[in-house]
């Protein structure tokens, strides 16, 4: 199985709403990651998750919430977003840190638009 | 982590091959190029990748300088499914690390 897989597909959630993404992968990678992507720009690193630990937050804002309960699964929180967080939030997973390289494996997205 | 600079667009004929070149003038010595490219509506999709010899797999070849600072993806008979943005990225060869994205080149292939 080398997926990842991410629910839902589409959300739709007005600005005091809180709901939340998942992300899933069952290749035993260590490593995951949350990107977002605005429409026709390349994709931002939002959070990197290491053995379950964040190790890199590229200075999120704090309506955007990670969370990371096991080693196969990535959740997003979201709070209080604005309309400009509308986008496509990525998930990816990479084997463990020590592995030796990094090919990052990508979800289909998430497609949020915020109201 | 170094910048990287690509063509914004390329054309290729179905069946020819498509050359998309990339500059990385301010590559480090533990820097490796990575070669993703993204179909419309999909994630990010891993190619190839290397530190300075040139690499071939099931998708691609990756021709690097001997200087290190640019590099070309070569698809040796371009399909209209291969018609993508592809970026070229400079990273550590670790996973945990970030990969930053550039604009990347949009490459259509045509009939």
């Known amino acids: 199985d080398t997926e990842v897989t991410q629910t839902p597909k589409h959300l739709v959630m007005g600005m005091t709403n809180k709901k939340s993404l998942k992300c899933e992968q069952h290749m035993g990678h260590r490593a995951m990651y949350w990107y977002k992507q605005k429409a026709k720009k390349p994709p931002e690193l939002m959070f990197v998750y290491s053995y379950e630990k964040l190790s890199i937050n590229e200075s999120v804002p704090s309506r955007f919430s990670p969370e990371c309960p096991n080693s196969s699964l990535l959740n997003l929180h979201l709070h209080a977003l604005q309309p400009e967080d509308s986008a496509l939030y990525l998930c990816?997973?990479?084997?463990?840190?020590?592995?030796?390289?990094?090919?990052?494996?990508f979800g289909p997205g998430t497609r949020l638009t915020v109201l | 982590d170094a910048k990287t600079t690509q063509p914004p667009s390329m054309d290729c004929a179905e069946g020819r091959a498509a050359n998309l070149p990339c500059n990385h003038s301010t590559i480090s010595g533990n820097e490796y190029v990575y070669w993703y490219r993204q179909i419309h509506s999909q994630g990010p999709q891993y190619i190839i990748h290397g530190l300075k010899n040139n690499e071939t797999n099931e998708m691609a070849s990756l021709i690097i300088t001997e200087d290190r600072k640019s590099s070309t993806l070569i698809l040796p008979h371009a399909t209209l499914r291969d018609t993508a943005v592809y970026y070229c990225i400079v990273s550590r060869n670790q996973a945990g690390t970030a990969l930053i994205f550039g604009k990347g080149t949009t490459l259509s292939v045509s009939s």
């Open positions: 990816a997973s990479s084997q463990e840190p020590s592995g030796y390289y990094n090919e990052q494996f």
